[in-house]
């Protein structure tokens, strides 16, 4: 008979894997257990048909969660054999978990599952990442294990692509479509879901991060902690695969959630950004501005942390909401 985690163990990590960054954190997974192994499901009620019309930015968050979900459960003695899909069937799940006993984890191990808690998507300015060669072997190793192009997008490129920003926050500005779904997330006091206040600035403190998305004003001021602090200095990369599908997808969601745990684990600070991807445009400036041919699904901004704790956490649904089955 095979040997499973019990049904409070799996509540356990699916609660650690919804503290995965999301669009919007809206946290659009659903997770399936039916004794023996956890299915992973795009929760398609929460989508945004505005920004993400075919659901990209969706699975990525879902790929992020399952990385999550590998992580914890690793630090926790089990190992994870994941079957990502390659099915276009709505309605199937994107991957299944089967968990066999017997991990011995480690400290990096351990240090991951810390990272998973601490992690925060912080939209301050940074300074410059002091290690760079570690980050980018870390990198080209993650970028191995997934199967995606990782590029570490040049200095003398920040211009063009805060050119291509602007552009993007530009032809949205008056786009009431966009305006309408991006305040539904980030502009309510939800409980459980979107960005809170606390984690956008006032109006008057709007930071320098040239490359950021645009969001509506919040309550962060720069005493709040979570405020700006001078010029951006943050590394920049580009995760891109070589198609456009569910499978690459998810597959690009594994990498940012391994880049963003392990550069945490590091004392780096990070920050997905997806507004360049949006737009075909800005997509396009960012495709050739990394220099491959893959198409690029999410940028990461990396970097020092100025001093100030930043932004606590953000919200999280139950996993009662998220979760079937345990
Ligand atoms: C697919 C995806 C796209 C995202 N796009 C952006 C973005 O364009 N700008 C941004 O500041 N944060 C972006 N984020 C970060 C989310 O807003 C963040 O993960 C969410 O609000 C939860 O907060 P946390 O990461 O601090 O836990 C994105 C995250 C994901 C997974």
């Not at 699975?59 to 099915?87: D, E, K, M």
């Not at 199937?92 to 808690?117: K, N, Y």
């Not at 997806?274 to 990461?300: K, N, P």
């Amino acid at each position: 008979m095979n040997v499973v985690p019990d049904r409070s163990s799996i509540r356990a990590f699916v609660d650690l894997a919804s503290r995965a960054p999301s669009v919007h954190n809206t946290q659009p997974w659903r997770w399936v257990f039916d004794g023996g192994t956890l299915a992973l499901h795009a929760d398609v009620g929460r989508a945004l048909p505005v920004v993400d019309p075919n659901g990209r930015q969706v699975v990525i968050s879902c790929g992020a969660a399952l990385h999550h979900l590998t992580t914890v459960a690793r630090a926790f003695r089990w190992n994870s054999t994941v079957a990502v899909s390659r099915s276009t069937r709505a309605g199937d799940p994107l991957a299944r978990v089967a968990f066999t006993p017997g991990a011995r984890p480690q400290s990096p191990d351990f240090a991951l599952l810390e990272a998973v808690t601490r992690r925060r998507s912080d939209r301050r300015s940074f300074g410059a990442v002091p290690h760079n060669s570690t980050v980018t072997d870390v990198i080209g190793e993650i970028a191995r294990s997934f199967g995606v192009v990782v590029t570490a997008l040049p200095a003398d490129t920040h211009e063009a692509l805060a050119a291509a920003s602007h552009h993007s926050a530009a032809v949205r500005r008056y786009d009431w479509t966009y305006q309408a779904e991006l305040r539904w997330w980030a502009g309510h006091s939800f409980v459980g879901n979107g960005i809170p206040a606390e984690s956008r600035w006032i109006e008057s403190e709007m930071p320098d991060t040239t490359t950021g998305r645009v969001f509506p004003p919040g309550r962060a001021t720069v005493s709040s902690d979570a405020g700006p602090s001078g010029p951006d200095r943050a590394l920049v990369v580009v995760i891109g695969t070589a198609a456009d599908n569910r499978y690459e997808w998810v597959q690009s969601g594994r990498a940012l959630s391994a880049v963003v745990l392990e550069m945490t684990a590091l004392g780096l600070a990070t920050c997905p950004l997806t507004h360049l991807t949006e737009e075909t445009a800005s997509r396009a400036v960012v495709d050739r501005l990394s220099g491959s041919d893959a198409l690029s699904q999410i940028l990461i901004r990396i970097g020092t942390a100025p001093a100030g704790s930043g932004a606590g956490p953000t919200p999280r649904r139950p996993v009662s909401e998220v979760l079937t089955g345990a």
